[in-house]
């Protein structure tokens, strides 16, 4: 909870946390547990914040530290290649994120979300030719 309390000027990361809550289900910041699901939807989140923030919010935001949070960048670039249920969760908060942030706050483009989307959609039918 102590997210909410320091950043309470950093409006977008709690409206990203929100939109990934809405869309898992899984309160990362309450839930500060060891399991893979929380793990997973607080390194998706901290994979979409890195786009509107950098390191130390997010690591301030999720009570970590910054290592954590380029730790958890890079594993969700490694596993979301791998891992399909990851892949599509990670798919799904993207464009949840996309639709619902205004575009006007945000320091990349939609269409430079949507082309990353476009992009992990392509490698999942790859990998699910291949087999």
């Excluded at 950093?10 to 898992?24: A, W």
């Excluded at 997973?40 to 997010?58: E, S």
């Excluded at 949070?69 to 290649?81: D, F, G, L, M, T």
């Excluded at 798919?91 to 979300?113: A, F, G, M, Y």
């Amino acid at each position: 909870m102590k997210g909410w309390i320091k950043l309470k000027n950093n409006k977008m990361l709690k409206e990203i946390h929100e939109i990934i809550k809405e869309e898992t289900g899984i309160d990362f910041i309450e839930d500060n547990s060891r399991k893979r699901e929380v793990i997973d939807v607080r390194q998706i989140f901290c994979k979409i914040a890195i786009d509107h923030y950098d390191i130390y919010q997010i690591a301030e935001f999720i009570n970590r530290d910054r290592t954590s949070v380029i730790h958890s960048i890079a594993r969700v670039k490694e596993v979301a290649e791998f891992d399909k249920e990851f892949r599509t969760k990670y798919i799904d908060c993207q464009q949840s994120v996309i639709e619902k942030l205004n575009p006007e706050r945000r320091k990349r483009t939609t269409k430079d979300q949507i082309k990353e989307v476009q992009f992990l959609k392509k490698l999942i039918n790859q990998i699910e030719n291949e087999r």
